[in-house]
């Protein structure tokens, strides 16, 4: 059974970082890409990175310059480090794993596409 788990999210200022953590069990990175999403009160869910399992990783274009995915299989935990973040970061993120998906060289799958999520983890960004 496919678990994944979100940690390392909290209160942070405008400026500051966070590492988001996505730890997974019951699937293996080297047969499923990851991809990390936020969603705000009120908003739908918006893809921010995702990376697949050849080492491709892609980036919406908000977060492109602030955030890097990255992943530790040894650990089979996918990270997304969060730097110089802002008031409107402030949302639930969640990571999500998708099954065969070799490449995302031409971009994430759709929200809809991904087999498994986790609970999310909150971020909020003071003023």
């Known amino acids: 059974q496919a678990q994944l788990e979100e940690t390392g999210g909290g209160l942070v200022p405008s400026g500051g970082s966070l590492r988001l953590s996505c730890a997974v069990s019951?699937?293996?990175?080297?047969?499923?890409?990851i991809g990390w999403f936020r969603q705000a009160p009120a908003k739908q869910r918006e893809t921010l990175s995702c990376?697949?399992?050849?080492?491709?990783?892609a980036y919406t274009d908000a977060v492109k310059d602030r955030f890097t995915i990255s992943t530790d299989g040894a650990k089979k935990t996918v990270y997304l480090q969060m730097n110089n973040l802002k008031p409107e970061d402030t949302a639930r993120y969640f990571c999500?794993?998708?099954?065969?998906?070799?490449?995302?060289?031409?971009?994430?799958?759709?929200?809809?596409?991904?087999?498994?999520w986790g609970q999310g983890t909150q971020v909020t960004v003071s003023t």
């Open positions: 999500a794993a998708i099954r065969r998906l070799r490449t995302v060289r031409l971009g994430c799958p759709t929200v809809p596409s991904f087999d498994y």
């Open positions: 019951g699937i293996t990175l080297d047969m499923h890409a």
């Open positions: 990376i697949a399992t050849d080492g491709t990783t």
